[in-house]
Nanobody, 114 residues
Framework: QVQLVESGGGLVQAGGSLRLSCAASGSTARINDMGWYRQAPGKQRELVATITSGGSTNYADSVKGRFTISRDNAKNTVHLQMNSLKPEDTAVYYC????????WGQGTQVTVSS
């Protein structure tokens, strides 16, 4: 099994930055895509950004140009650098990994105040 542990969430003012990190442990061999999803209160979980094992990235339109996803395959970690944060980025952010099935972290709260 694979376990994902996120860190780096918190409270920040609009225009500020945060960096989320996610570490995978356990049976990490053959993890394919990793990434981040988020869920705001009363809304469905949505994709933020994903990255393949080869480094190809995909971003939601709402975060393009502001967020950057990166990955260290040797350390089994994925990071999300979030700049120019907006109040609408407020959500619980979930780390995601695909290894045969989707695996989710416990989530970390990001709150952006106006």
């Amino acid at each position: 099994q694979v376990q994902l542990v996120e860190s780096g969430g918190g409270l920040v003012q609009a225009g500020g930055s945060l960096r989320l990190s996610c570490a995978a442990s356990g049976s990490t061999a053959r993890i394919n895509d990793m990434g981040w999803y988020r869920q705001a209160p009363g809304k469905q979980r949505e994709l933020v950004a994903t990255i393949t094992s080869g480094g190809s990235t995909n971003y939601a339109d709402s975060v393009k140009g502001r967020f950057t996803i990166s990955r260290d395959n040797a350390k089994n970690t994925v990071h999300l650098q979030m700049n120019s944060l907006k109040p609408e980025d407020t959500a619980v952010y979930y780390c995601y990994a695909l290894r045969i099935v989707a695996i989710w972290g416990q989530g970390t709260q990001v709150t952006v105040s106006s």
